[in-house]
């Protein structure tokens, strides 16, 4: 399973804005973007000038990072996205938010999408009492997400919703004693508070 290997507040850093990668320490003054806001590497703190594509493309590696995905299958939810009803860069966000790693870190149940990523691949989780151990996996309205009863992320799990650092959206229920999740409909445009403008992304694959 491919995924991003090296430092990721190096991605926080470019972005110029806290993307919430490593969970409780994007909280503390230890967040890179505390320490060095400014891109990383040697030209860093020089000025260059952005021009229109640097934007849109900036957007759309902050989407990736923030979902934690990469370019073939980004691409892959975009051009699934263009064939569905609806504004497309709208549908998705919503097919992004709909991922089973990002509804486990919604609900309260992981410090950050790394974290929930990892714990669903490791087969701590059901859906609809079937343990699912894909991150991609789109779950559907209705559908039940619950820790696992022998998974030994119980604690961490507890821990992790007694924090509460970020409410639960209201396209999702969460259930604290029984550690699960409930999907009660799909997200709508105005529940994805993530700070990326969805329509440049249309822009720069349109191209």
């Known amino acids: 399973m491919a995924r991003y290997r090296a430092a990721v507040c190096r991605q926080c850093?470019?972005?110029?804005i806290k993307l919430f990668l490593k969970g409780a320490r994007c909280f503390t003054e230890k967040c890179a973007i505390e320490r060095r806001n400014y891109p990383p590497g040697q030209h860093g703190l020089s000025r260059t000038k952005v021009t229109p594509y640097g934007v849109q493309l900036r957007e759309k590696q902050k989407a990736k990072n923030i979902y934690g995905v990469l370019e073939s299958q980004f691409r892959r939810y975009f051009e699934r996205a263009e064939r569905e009803r609806g504004i497309t860069g709208e549908n998705l966000l919503k097919l992004l938010e709909r991922r089973l790693d990002n509804v486990v870190f919604r609900l309260g149940m992981a410090a950050s999408r790394r974290e929930?990523?990892?714990m669903v691949a490791h087969g701590h989780f059901q859906?609809?009492?079937r343990k699912v151990s894909v991150p991609s996996y789109i779950v559907k309205v209705g559908e039940v997400v619950q820790l696992r009863p022998s998974s030994k992320m119980a604690e961490r799990?507890?821990?992790?919703?007694?924090?509460g650092r970020a409410a639960v959206p209201p396209w999702l229920?969460?259930?604290v004693?029984?550690?699960?999740?409930t999907v009660r409909g799909l997200p709508m445009r105005e529940d994805i508070q993530i700070p990326v403008q969805e329509q440049l992304i249309v822009e720069l694959f349109s191209k």
């Open 116 to 118: 929930s990523r990892q």
């Open 173 to 175: 229920e969460v259930d």
């Open 177 to 181: 004693n029984d550690k699960k999740g």
């Open 13 to 16: 850093r470019r972005e110029g």
């Open 157 to 163: 799990a507890a821990d992790n919703l007694a924090a």
């Open 127 to 129: 859906v609809n009492g």
